[in-house]
């Protein structure tokens, strides 16, 4: 059973739209979520992290929330560039006793079109 | 502060060969995790070091599998008797504790012919 479901899989934009990724989890506990960009080819880059009921943060064109009762966060990039192109994975850290095992999304694979 | 480093960046093996993956935390992470992506089943969590000890292999193959830290400098994962499916990214993370942000490395890409 897939712990963390994201939606849309693949999304394409023209530069400078925006543009809403979703993600909805079942895991438990769930002590925080984390957005990540991976560029093909590369690591993972943590865009932003969330770990309040209800929390909201910005990032320059990047903004998140997150909604833990409903299991529910939303990544908005704003004015879109050629260069957000790749995949945005969204991560809940379900925290154990030592360390966060982290839960990974399939991601979403993103495309800005010029 | 060159983050994690992780080499090979690519490794090509045959079929039953052994395969050796390295990882070098970010100095003074004491916290070390090794991850393995593929298409079919997205990112996994295989293991985790903290001080050197290992913690969690709860995600490891119970075979052919084994990873170690032998100094807070680097830590290996191995691969004995390559098989075609191990083919995969696979990725080091480290951070200051278990439960601190965890930086990634660029991951080795593993391709098993």
């Known amino acids: 059973k897939t712990q963390v479901e994201q939606s849309p899989q693949s999304l394409v934009v023209r530069q400078g739209e925006n543009c809403v990724l979703q993600?909805?989890?079942?895991?438990?506990?769930?002590?925080?979520l984390r957005w990540f960009k991976q560029d093909t080819g590369k690591g993972l880059v943590s865009l932003t992290v969330?770990?309040?009921?209800?929390d909201k943060t910005s990032n320059g064109r990047y903004s998140a929330t997150l909604d833990k009762d409903a299991k529910h966060s939303t990544l908005h990039i704003t004015a879109t560039l050629l260069d957000d192109t790749a995949t945005y994975i969204c991560?809940?850290?379900?925290?154990?006793?030592?360390?966060?095992?982290?839960?990974f999304g399939q991601g979403t694979s993103l495309s800005v079109v010029p | 502060n060159a983050g994690v480093i992780q080499t090979p960046r690519h490794k090509v093996t045959g079929k039953g060969q052994e395969a050796t993956l390295w990882c070098e935390p970010i100095?003074?992470?004491?916290?070390v995790f090794w991850y393995r992506q593929t298409i079919v089943q997205g990112l996994e969590f295989l293991t985790y070091?903290?001080?050197?000890?290992?913690?969690?292999d709860s995600g490891m193959p119970k075979e052919r599998f084994s990873a170690q830290m032998p100094n807070q400098s680097h830590s290996t994962l191995k691969i004995q008797s390559t098989q075609p499916q191990d083919s995969a990214v696979y990725l080091c993370?480290?951070?200051?504790?278990?439960?601190?942000?965890?930086?990634f490395g660029p991951g080795t890409r593993l391709t098993v012919l």
């Open positions: 100095s003074g992470h004491s916290a």
């Open positions: 070091f903290r001080n050197q000890a290992p913690i969690d």
């Open positions: 969330l770990v309040h009921e209800n």
């Open positions: 993600c909805n989890y079942s895991v438990t506990p769930d002590n925080h």
């Open positions: 993370a480290s951070s200051w504790t278990g439960i601190a942000e965890q930086f």
């Open positions: 991560v809940v850290g379900a925290e154990s006793s030592s360390f966060s095992k982290l839960v």
